[in-house]
């Protein structure tokens, strides 16, 4: 190449350059006025991705995006009037939500079982008519209790518009999750000590053995060296003294009914088991087998005031889920 034609190549490429340099300078310009919509505004302006960002660039997910959930006092896990434990709740034991369904609200620890295992708490609604469900109190003999639940919870965090706002609603997911990490048998009815921990409570008949005539007789239990011997007992004892809920309903399974508490049927929990006749199949008056029922929960908790059911599934297997959430409803709308 001769020295006139390398200086006009040369001219060109330079002329190349430039024309470059002022199409990026104009593509930058447009860039960061927003010509090119959203995207690239949120991607030049917010290089971290953010929600918002996200919601924008993809408005199909928006609409049947759960809203994020904001933190309300009835989600937000207070303090426990109880001295919680250090010890963190495990994954395995917490409903696990699908991955595009809302969070559910992080569960109170009340206390802990005798083998060290938490006592689960979710809380729904923020009103002033308190009302909690007690799963499991029998254990893994009577599991579908706390199957139950944990559809329940799962259900509620999608659909919290299901409390009233002048409920509050506690779930305790399991009384007695020894028993529960022990199997589906009847050895896992009791807890680490063999106490049958629906009969260890501080009322007139509590007894450490009780006749067996019409009784459940699959493994030997006992009452406790004393009602409210058992760490189960003593904290959810507690956490009821302290939260005062007006009503309570304790799933059991299978089949008797709906059992109002009371040695002598208490007026307020006949008046809850006959509401919640109304909207289920569960037998009422429940099926009387001729056992004797010593120390029992629903029993302490007339004592106190609260209208409160033992509540027996239908069978050992199933979570009765549609009829528990018309019951639910009933439950919520009962008053005393
Ligand atoms: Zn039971």
Known sequence: ?????????????????????????????????????DLTFSAAKAPAA??????????????TR???????????PSPS???????????????????????????????????????????????PLKRLMVFGIHGGSEWNTVALADELIAHLSQHPELIPPENTLDVL????????????????????????????????????????????????LNGGDGPGSEPEVIWLRRFIVAEKPEAIISYHSAALGILPGGITPYSRSVSLAEALAAVSDYPYPPIKTGCEYTGQFADWSALQGIAAVDLELTDHEQTDFDQNLLLLAAFLAWRK
């Open 50 to 63: 953010t929600a918002s960002a996200t919601l924008q660039l993809l408005p199909t997910q928006t609409a």
């Open 1 to 37: 190449m001769n020295p006139q034609r390398w200086r006009t190549f040369s001219r060109i490429v330079a002329l190349v350059w430039v024309v470059n340099v002022i199409g990026l300078a104009a593509l930058a310009f447009a860039f960061t006025r927003g010509a090119f919509g």
């Open 81 to 127: 009037p109880l001295p919680a434990s250090p010890t963190a709740v495990q994954d395995t034991q917490t409903p696990t939500p699908t991955p595009s369904l809302a969070p559910t609200p992080a569960p109170r620890v009340i206390g802990h079982s005798v083998e060290g295992r938490p006592l689960q708490v979710f809380t729904f609604g923020n009103g």
């Open 173 to 220: 997911r399991v009384v007695n999750p020894d028993g529960l990490a022990r199997g589906r048998g009847p050895e896992s009815r009791g807890n680490a000590h063999s106490v049958d921990l629906n009969r260890n409570w501080h009322t007139a008949n509590w007894a450490e053995q009780w006749p067996l005539e019409g009784c459940w007789t699959g493994y030997p």
């Open 66 to 76: 759960t809203p994020l959930p904001t933190p309300s006092p009835s989600l937000t």
